[in-house]
T-cell receptor, first 112, second 110 residues
Framework: DAGVIQSPRHEVTEMGQEVTLRCKPISGHNSLFWYRQTMMRGLELLIY????????DSGMPEDRFSAKMPNASFSTLKIQPSEPRDSAVYFC??????????FGDGTRLSIL | SQQGEEDPQALSIQEGENATMNCSYK?????LQWYRQNSGRGLVHLIL?????REKHSGRLRVTLDTSKKSSSLLITASRAADTASYFCATDASDYKLSFGAGTTVTVRA
């Protein structure tokens, strides 16, 4: 039973470059979440999709961040242009109901 | 913003001992969840306790909830090396949004 799959697991890139993070949620889950985890701020919700529609993007830090969910089995989080302060672990999670969220193993992003 | 705050921030125990960590929150909730995060991995859901429940068990885990004090505790009994991880409480800030605390890092020494 496949869990939430994220790619890449690690990304190191230079400031100013475009970064695209990918997520495949668990089949049948209709909710998808993107989080960012840092030591300073902990786990922050960036954006929430329900049935492929963005419902709450109030956590997206700046216009440099964008997220899409073109279908029920795929979502992307894009940062353009990237900055060193974007360095963090980005998690995707999916859920079929409110009782729990299922997290991927994250993408560790380093912007030099 | 983090609604749940875990205490202590870090905990080191001997294998076989029990580990207890606490979570306090600020606003009314419908339910509270506990998650575990192993190093380099995503969060894993452990248990959910509803606001009308006072105690819940799952294997070696025991969770309590005191809505009058706005607090919850997670007890891990007979700890094992594999229990070494960070533990987070999460409260339902809305129908879909979870607010996570900063976590308690538990180290189980062999």
């Amino acid at each position: 039973d496949a869990g939430v799959i994220q790619s890449p697991r690690h990304e190191v890139t230079e400031m100013g470059q475009e970064v695209t993070l990918r997520c495949k949620p668990i089949s049948g889950h209709n909710s998808l979440f993107w989080y960012r985890q840092t030591m300073m701020r902990g786990l922050e919700l960036l954006i929430y999709f329900n049935n492929n529609v963005p419902i709450d993007d109030s956590g997206m830090p700046e216009d440099r961040f964008s997220a899409k969910m073109p279908n029920a089995s795929f979502s992307t989080l894009k940062i353009q242009p990237s900055e060193p302060r974007d360095s963090a672990v980005y998690f995707c999670a999916s859920s079929g109901d409110i009782s729990s969220q299922h997290f991927g193993d994250g993408t560790r992003l380093s912007i030099l | 913003s983090q609604q749940g705050e875990e205490d202590p921030q870090a905990l080191s125990i001997q294998e076989g001992e029990n580990a207890t960590m606490n979570c306090s929150y600020k606003t009314s909730i419908n339910n509270l969840q506990w998650y575990r995060q192993n190093s380099g991995r995503g969060l894993v859901h452990l248990i959910l306790i509803r606001s009308n429940e006072r105690e819940k068990h799952s294997g070696r885990l025991r969770v309590t909830l005191d809505t009058s004090k706005k607090s919850s505790s997670l007890l891990i009994t007979a700890s094992r090396a594999a229990d070494t991880a960070s533990y987070f409480c999460a409260t339902d800030a809305s129908d879909y949004k979870l607010s996570f605390g900063a976590g308690t890092t538990v180290t189980v020494r062999a």
